[in-house]
């Protein structure tokens, strides 16, 4: 992100401060953009980072075409399943499965932005947001920067803060790191990936290998875990090549990109809005607690504050009965993970191998109908699920 000052005056009034240009920031800033009924609005985005790097690699889901799909990398409407209880092949239809790399998210937002008057850049750190109930300022080495709202996607000033240990509130880390490896053989079938090979060692917790091929000599291997601490820095190096070299049989390839992240998979309640300050991606609480994506449910929120404004509403932290219930059900599933009351790929094996996956993927967005939630209830030991979702309605 190419900085530019937005005026020299130590007090500047805009309509709309994004502060954060990571996925939430820029899926706003997109539909602000996309909307013709935004095209009067002044917009100052804010953020320390230059946004030139291929940090990140999102993938999801997604029935049809989306606002981004002119930059998916890849897609596959077929995935593999994989455990020492269940494997298959399963048709995603009528979704795909997609990939998205993060510089070009980056770089298709901020480019169409640079060409738009009304779009305004800071590349410099936050470092406060104070609402005065007329308006709201962002504080920065710069000066003080005013707007009748802040979007928000900086953890640092989320309104609800995740506190580990806090009773009745489940924390784990979704933390992996992910190899773009070359072949110089014909190695891979670009059009299934594996969404999740459980035939891995589960005695950390559950842990699952990603491969998302992009061609027949290229593709994201990507070892991932949902554990309460994260490994020894050498052991995510180790589980990678090991699997490439006994389960995909893999001997010579060049590791072409690195990456490694950690997602916070929390129960916690998350505010969504305090006064003018409005809350997205993580620190609104758009990572969903049961797998740790994020990337659909920031396009969710994204589109409501948008609907929201254009019909002059001043609050954003509506939340339906669906999403309610998926909280819920994601509280049970951490409560099942957290006390290890059940191996997480012998849960997952039996959603996958007794449900459609079009089901699961609705249930997985909370989208599904309520007979279909049943459905997927069931696919679980009652035993083990009825204790823990009365254990949690207690609460």
């Known amino acids: 992100m190419e900085a530019s000052q937005p005026h020299s005056s130590s007090k500047t009034r805009y309509d709309y401060i994004i502060t954060g240009a990571g996925c939430a920031g820029l899926s706003l800033l997109m539909r602000l953009m996309e909307d013709a009924f935004f095209k009067d609005k002044q917009i100052l985005l804010i953020d320390a980072s230059t946004k030139q790097i291929n940090d990140r690699t999102w993938c999801f889901w997604e029935n049809g075409a989306g606002l ?19 494997s298959g092949l399963l ?65 640092a000033f989320a309104s609800s803060k995740i506190i580990p240990g806090k009773k009745g509130q489940y924390h784990l880390l979704q933390h992996f790191k992910g190899w773009v490896i070359e072949t110089e053989e014909p190695i891979f079938d670009p059009s299934i990936a594996t969404l999740m090979d459980f035939q891995v060692d589960q005695s950390a917790g559950t842990t699952f290998m990603y491969v998302m091929p992009v061609s027949d000599k290229k593709a994201l291997v990507e070892y991932t875990l949902f554990t309460e601490t994260l490994l020894p820095e050498a052991a995510y190096g180790k589980a990678l090549r090991d699997y490439i070299s006994a389960k995909l049989k893999i001997k010579q390839y060049q590791v072409a990109h690195e990456e490694f992240g950690i997602i916070p998979m929390t129960n916690q309640s998350f505010s969504l809005q305090e006064g003018r300050l409005v809350q997205m991606g993580g620190a609104g609480g758009q990572i969903k607690g049961s797998s740790g994506y994020a990337f659909q449910f920031i396009q969710k929120r994204t ?5 929201g404004l254009k019909k002059g ?63 997927i209830m069931k696919s679980v ?9 009365i254990q949690e309605l207690q609460r």
């Open 68 to 86: 981004f799909e002119s930059i998916v990398k890849h897609s596959w409407a077929k995935v593999q399943f994989a455990s020492d209880h269940f």
């Open 381 to 389: 030991p009652t035993r083990i699920f009825f204790p823990a979702a």
């Open 91 to 155: 048709d995603l239809g009528p979704y795909q499965y997609k990939m998205i790399e993060g510089l070009d998210f980056y770089q298709m937002v901020l480019n169409k932005a640079k060409l738009i008057d009304n779009i305004h850049f800071l590349q410099e750190r936050v470092l406060k947001i104070s609402d005065g109930g007329a308006a709201i300022t962002v504080s920065t080495a710069s000066g003080d920067f005013i707007a009748d709202f802040v979007f928000n996607s900086i953890p």
């Open 303 to 307: 589109a409501a504050i948008i609907t």
């Open 313 to 375: 509403h001043t609050y954003f932290n509506h939340k339906n009965l669906k999403q309610i219930m998926g909280e819920f059900y994601d509280t049970v599933l951490l409560n099942v993970l957290v006390k290890r009351k059940m191996n997480g790929d012998q849960i997952f094996s039996q959603i996958f191998e007794k449900n459609p996956p079009i089901s699961v993927l609705r249930f997985l967005d909370n989208e599904s109908s309520f007979v279909e939630d049943l459905k």
